[in-house]
């Protein structure tokens, strides 16, 4: 899908409050989260190389907690909206 903000997708099909927006820089893919009742979220938070994800979700394991950030930026989907366009 996209915007005025770029391409998106929802990372929970039944959140459509939450949407990752993703593009391209050089060589790497970054990934923004927005949601729609939180608008500061977008202006806090800038784009995130997927590289820096994964050295998050390592990070993530090696402390033991749950959350795995990479089903949340979906390196898989983003590849494919960039594709389309």
Known sequence: MKDQLGHYYHP???DKKTRVYVRR???D???RLW???NEQVWDQHGW???EAIK????MYKEMGRD???MLFYDISVAKVL???N
């Open 12 to 14: 929970a099909p039944n």
């Open 25 to 27: 820089n050089a060589d």
């Open 29 to 31: 893919i970054e990934f």
């Open 35 to 37: 949601r729609s009742d």
């Open 48 to 50: 995130v190389p997927y």
């Open 55 to 58: 050295q998050a979700a390592e």
């Open 67 to 69: 959350a795995d950030p």
């Open 82 to 84: 960039l594709n389309e």
